[in-house]
Protein backbone atom coordinates (compact mmCIF):
# COMPACT_ATOMS: atom_id res chain seq x y z
CA UNK A 1 0.00 0.00 0.00
CA UNK A 2 1.46 3.50 -1.22
CA UNK A 3 1.68 6.40 1.40
CA UNK A 4 -1.57 8.40 -0.29
CA UNK A 5 -3.55 5.29 0.20
CA UNK A 6 -2.62 4.74 4.04
CA UNK A 7 -3.22 8.52 4.65
CA UNK A 8 -6.48 8.17 3.07
CA UNK A 9 -7.87 4.96 5.46
CA UNK A 10 -6.19 6.81 8.35
CA UNK A 11 -8.59 10.32 7.49
CA UNK A 12 -11.48 7.54 7.24
CA UNK A 13 -10.61 5.95 10.52
CA UNK A 14 -10.70 9.41 11.57
CA UNK A 15 -14.17 10.71 10.17
CA UNK A 16 -15.91 7.56 11.23
CA UNK A 17 -14.50 8.38 14.77
CA UNK A 18 -15.94 11.71 14.63
CA UNK A 19 -19.30 12.50 17.01
CA UNK A 20 -22.22 13.49 14.93
CA UNK A 21 -22.56 17.29 15.19
CA UNK A 22 -25.71 19.69 13.89
CA UNK A 23 -24.31 22.48 12.23
CA UNK A 24 -24.79 25.85 13.79
CA UNK A 25 -27.48 27.74 12.80
CA UNK A 26 -26.32 31.43 11.52
CA UNK A 27 -28.75 34.02 11.00
CA UNK A 28 -27.22 37.10 9.49
CA UNK A 29 -26.03 40.40 10.36
CA UNK A 30 -28.79 42.54 10.39
CA UNK A 31 -30.15 43.31 14.09
CA UNK A 32 -33.60 44.49 14.94
CA UNK A 33 -34.76 45.73 18.38
CA UNK A 34 -38.17 45.71 19.46
CA UNK A 35 -40.11 47.82 22.40
CA UNK A 36 -42.47 46.89 24.90
CA UNK A 37 -44.30 50.20 25.14
CA UNK A 38 -45.85 52.05 27.94
CA UNK A 39 -42.57 51.37 30.16
CA UNK A 40 -41.62 54.59 31.96
CA UNK A 41 -37.69 54.87 32.34
CA UNK A 42 -35.87 57.02 34.03
CA UNK A 43 -32.68 59.66 32.73
CA UNK A 44 -30.32 57.15 33.50
CA UNK A 45 -32.39 54.35 31.76
CA UNK A 46 -32.99 56.04 28.82
CA UNK A 47 -29.26 57.07 28.47
CA UNK A 48 -28.21 53.52 28.73
CA UNK A 49 -30.77 52.29 26.51
CA UNK A 50 -29.30 54.68 23.81
CA UNK A 51 -25.87 52.99 24.02
CA UNK A 52 -27.26 49.55 24.24
CA UNK A 53 -29.44 50.38 21.01
CA UNK A 54 -26.16 52.00 19.31
CA UNK A 55 -24.55 48.39 20.22
CA UNK A 56 -27.20 45.90 18.98
CA UNK A 57 -26.52 42.33 18.68
CA UNK A 58 -28.42 39.48 18.67
CA UNK A 59 -30.00 37.40 20.81
CA UNK A 60 -30.27 40.06 23.82
CA UNK A 61 -32.62 41.43 26.29
CA UNK A 62 -33.07 44.72 28.08
CA UNK A 63 -35.20 44.36 31.41
CA UNK A 64 -35.35 47.63 34.00
CA UNK A 65 -37.35 48.15 37.31
CA UNK A 66 -40.14 51.01 36.90
CA UNK A 67 -39.78 54.14 39.26
CA UNK A 68 -35.63 53.49 39.81
CA UNK A 69 -32.57 53.54 37.76
CA UNK A 70 -32.17 49.45 37.90
CA UNK A 71 -31.79 47.58 34.58
CA UNK A 72 -29.93 44.72 33.44
CA UNK A 73 -29.11 43.37 29.68
CA UNK A 74 -27.71 40.97 27.29
CA UNK A 75 -26.80 40.68 23.85
CA UNK A 76 -24.86 38.59 21.67
CA UNK A 77 -26.22 35.46 23.57
CA UNK A 78 -26.49 32.24 21.52
CA UNK A 79 -30.37 31.77 22.46
CA UNK A 80 -32.81 34.13 22.83
CA UNK A 81 -34.57 32.12 25.50
CA UNK A 82 -31.34 32.73 28.00
CA UNK A 83 -30.74 36.21 26.93
CA UNK A 84 -34.20 36.95 28.42
CA UNK A 85 -33.81 34.50 31.38
CA UNK A 86 -30.12 35.90 32.09
CA UNK A 87 -31.44 39.58 31.47
CA UNK A 88 -34.19 38.82 33.87
CA UNK A 89 -32.35 37.49 36.83
CA UNK A 90 -29.49 39.85 36.39
CA UNK A 91 -32.64 42.86 36.71
CA UNK A 92 -33.58 40.88 39.72
CA UNK A 93 -30.38 40.12 41.50
CA UNK A 94 -29.19 43.98 41.23
CA UNK A 95 -33.02 45.39 42.08
CA UNK A 96 -32.88 43.29 45.32
CA UNK A 97 -35.61 40.93 43.67
CA UNK A 98 -37.95 43.85 42.87
CA UNK A 99 -40.26 43.41 39.70
CA UNK A 100 -37.89 43.37 36.45
CA UNK A 101 -40.09 44.48 33.66
CA UNK A 102 -38.97 43.28 29.62
CA UNK A 103 -38.07 46.69 27.86
CA UNK A 104 -36.56 45.66 24.83
CA UNK A 105 -35.24 42.67 23.11
CA UNK A 106 -32.55 42.22 19.98
CA UNK A 107 -32.89 39.86 17.62
CA UNK A 108 -32.31 39.09 13.92
CA UNK A 109 -34.36 40.80 11.36
CA UNK A 110 -36.78 39.20 9.64
CA UNK A 111 -38.13 36.65 12.92
CA UNK A 112 -40.38 36.35 15.42
CA UNK A 113 -38.78 36.87 18.76
CA UNK A 114 -41.47 35.22 20.53
CA UNK A 115 -41.02 32.34 18.10
CA UNK A 116 -39.02 29.27 18.17
CA UNK A 117 -35.95 28.12 17.27
CA UNK A 118 -34.16 31.17 18.27
CA UNK A 119 -30.58 29.53 18.99
CA UNK A 120 -27.58 29.09 17.16
CA UNK A 121 -24.65 31.37 17.38
CA UNK A 122 -24.66 35.39 18.71
CA UNK A 123 -24.03 37.81 15.74
CA UNK A 124 -20.92 38.65 16.95
CA UNK A 125 -20.17 34.99 17.37
CA UNK A 126 -21.21 34.19 14.31
CA UNK A 127 -18.90 36.48 12.59
CA UNK A 128 -15.73 35.22 13.99
CA UNK A 129 -16.94 31.54 12.93
CA UNK A 130 -17.80 32.79 9.24
CA UNK A 131 -14.81 35.15 9.01
CA UNK A 132 -11.57 34.50 11.02
CA UNK A 133 -12.30 30.82 11.79
CA UNK A 134 -12.08 29.51 8.13
CA UNK A 135 -8.79 31.47 7.50
CA UNK A 136 -7.07 30.61 10.97
CA UNK A 137 -7.39 26.89 9.63
CA UNK A 138 -4.02 25.42 8.55
CA UNK A 139 -3.16 23.11 5.21
CA UNK A 140 -3.36 19.49 6.63
CA UNK A 141 -4.27 20.53 10.42
CA UNK A 142 -7.56 20.08 11.82
CA UNK A 143 -9.53 22.93 14.15
CA UNK A 144 -12.84 22.83 15.90
CA UNK A 145 -15.40 25.95 17.31
CA UNK A 146 -17.31 25.82 20.34
CA UNK A 147 -20.00 27.74 22.48
CA UNK A 148 -21.41 27.98 26.04
CA UNK A 149 -24.55 28.70 27.00
CA UNK A 150 -24.75 32.36 26.72
CA UNK A 151 -22.29 33.98 24.52
CA UNK A 152 -18.63 32.74 25.04
CA UNK A 153 -17.15 30.50 22.58
CA UNK A 154 -13.44 29.33 21.56
CA UNK A 155 -12.11 28.24 17.75
CA UNK A 156 -9.22 26.16 17.36
CA UNK A 157 -6.59 25.37 14.50
CA UNK A 158 -3.49 23.71 13.48
CA UNK A 159 -3.88 20.34 15.22
CA UNK A 160 -2.64 16.84 14.10
CA UNK A 161 -6.03 15.23 15.05
CA UNK A 162 -9.88 16.11 15.26
CA UNK A 163 -9.49 14.97 19.37
CA UNK A 164 -6.74 17.55 19.64
CA UNK A 165 -8.62 20.42 18.20
CA UNK A 166 -12.08 20.11 19.75
CA UNK A 167 -10.44 19.91 23.15
CA UNK A 168 -8.52 23.13 22.36
CA UNK A 169 -11.45 24.38 21.25
CA UNK A 170 -13.71 23.68 24.42
CA UNK A 171 -10.38 24.63 26.81
CA UNK A 172 -10.63 28.40 25.12
CA UNK A 173 -14.60 28.65 25.53
CA UNK A 174 -14.19 27.06 29.06
CA UNK A 175 -11.68 30.18 29.55
CA UNK A 176 -14.29 32.48 27.65
CA UNK A 177 -17.13 30.77 30.08
CA UNK A 178 -14.58 31.74 33.41
CA UNK A 179 -13.79 35.41 32.30
CA UNK A 180 -17.72 35.93 31.63
CA UNK A 181 -18.41 34.18 35.43
CA UNK A 182 -15.89 36.48 37.05
CA UNK A 183 -17.84 39.89 36.99
CA UNK A 184 -21.26 39.16 37.86
CA UNK A 185 -20.80 38.53 41.20
CA UNK A 186 -22.01 35.03 43.41
CA UNK A 187 -25.51 35.23 43.02
CA UNK A 188 -25.36 34.99 39.37
CA UNK A 189 -22.38 32.64 38.95
CA UNK A 190 -24.95 30.46 41.15
CA UNK A 191 -27.55 30.84 38.42
CA UNK A 192 -25.41 29.89 35.43
CA UNK A 193 -23.86 27.06 37.04
CA UNK A 194 -27.65 26.00 37.81
CA UNK A 195 -28.41 26.77 34.04
CA UNK A 196 -25.17 24.84 33.08
CA UNK A 197 -25.00 27.79 30.91
CA UNK A 198 -20.95 27.96 31.12
CA UNK A 199 -20.60 24.56 29.69
CA UNK A 200 -19.53 24.16 26.35
CA UNK A 201 -19.71 21.84 23.27
CA UNK A 202 -18.36 21.86 19.93
CA UNK A 203 -20.59 22.74 17.01
CA UNK A 204 -17.86 22.28 14.13
CA UNK A 205 -14.59 20.30 13.46
CA UNK A 206 -12.54 21.76 10.58
CA UNK A 207 -11.57 18.52 8.54
CA UNK A 208 -8.48 18.90 6.20
CA UNK A 209 -8.73 18.36 2.41
CA UNK A 210 -7.39 14.73 1.66
CA UNK A 211 -5.94 16.80 -1.82
Known amino acids: MNKNGLTTILLLATLLSLPAQAEPKLFGNAVT ?25 YFGAFYVVEGTDHVFWTRNFHSMK ?22 A ?6 MDPNGKGLDGLGQ ?9 YPKRQKDGKFGA ?7 GYGAS ?4 SAE ?11 LDSSHGMAPIGIAGRKWVESKQIDKCRVVDTHIPSTD
Open 157 to 160: HGWD
Open 145 to 151: FAINGAH
Open 105 to 110: VLYPKG
Open 124 to 132: RTAKDFERK
Open 82 to 103: IAREAAKTGCEIVSKSKSCVLH
Open 33 to 57: MGKVPGIKLSAKQRRTLKWYASNKA
Open 164 to 174: EAREAALAYCK
